[in-house]
């Protein structure tokens, strides 16, 4: 055993490795659902890929976790969390677009996580991981071109020449002038307005073959509040004469039966939208003009108080699993004294 080798994980390296196990444990459930019902064989290709790299991430995990004996997460399971006679709630270019969205943010999270390890052999294996995912991300991205289900975010003229900012009217947004929005600032619209779409098909979906009434409260207000933000991005796009077109094929079928636990759904959407705070941070930092900021500054307080509230479902009904923490020193001292 190396010197390395015997050092203890980091809060970093056990945290982040935790979530990791968490999120693939899930999302095994879900493409082994869809890939019950799927026709299209290249679609159905790209999600066996994502299966397959997700239980590898598990197994490697687990070997981890005993290794340096730290308890393995719960997480999910296909016995207690996927009804396999359920029928099909989603379509093929849902599936597609699905995968494409994971595997995004399956990349952006490897490449943040990253530099909170320590150790080589854990670096290297994240950062292997990250390319395995970025090669799937091309992958789903090529079949979703192919079929005509990739959208490109919108096109604008090419610059001839180098400009810079003159005034500060450039930051403008409530008063006075507006100056076009940057490229960035149309990526970053599109990016959130996509993403919209992608949940509130998948909140519609959960929320109808959801059990418990709570629950299904939940994902109807979150198919809400989605619906919302989409129309808002979409209109400031839509001044500017930017083209903003989600594709009809996200077909979501009449079934009400659950092929998913509660539990796992709830779950799902609450992560998700921790996802979204993220997002709408980063849109945050790369837009200069103050409406823009504000509106997702807005939104970022919304969906984190929608995560937290079925972060609170989930603890009422005991399914939220708790994340590796520090210890209470003052509790431990209070129990020496007794």
Sequence with gaps: MTEEQKIDW?????????NVYIANSMAICMF???????DDEEIKECLTTADDLSKKILSDLKGFFEMEGVALPQGFSYADDVNEDAPRLFSDSFY???????????????SVALPSFSKMELRNYITNLNISTLQLSNKVTEVMLKKGLHLRTPFIPAHKSVAFVKKQSYFNGYFGD????SA??????FSNIQVNAIKTILVMGFSQVA???????????GKKINIKQHNILSQILNKEDLPVSIPSQFKLTDSIDAPYSDK???FHISNLSSAKVRNFGDSMAVSPRHDLGST???FLMETANFAEDGGNIQIENEWMERPPGNVDRNQLAKQKKK
């Design 10 to 18: 980091t809060s970093g390296e056990m945290g982040n490795l935790w």
């Design 32 to 38: 082994k659902h869809f890939l019950l019902h799927i």
């Design 96 to 110: 597609i677009n699905y995968l494409d969205m994971m595997v995004k943010y399956g990349a952006l999270y490897y």
């Design 178 to 181: 507006k100056r076009p929005l």
């Design 184 to 189: 960035l600032e149309i990526t970053h619209l």
């Design 211 to 221: 059990k418990n009434k709570e629950v299904r409260n939940y994902f109807l207000r």
């Design 264 to 266: 796992l759904m709830l």
């Design 296 to 298: 997702y500054a807005r």
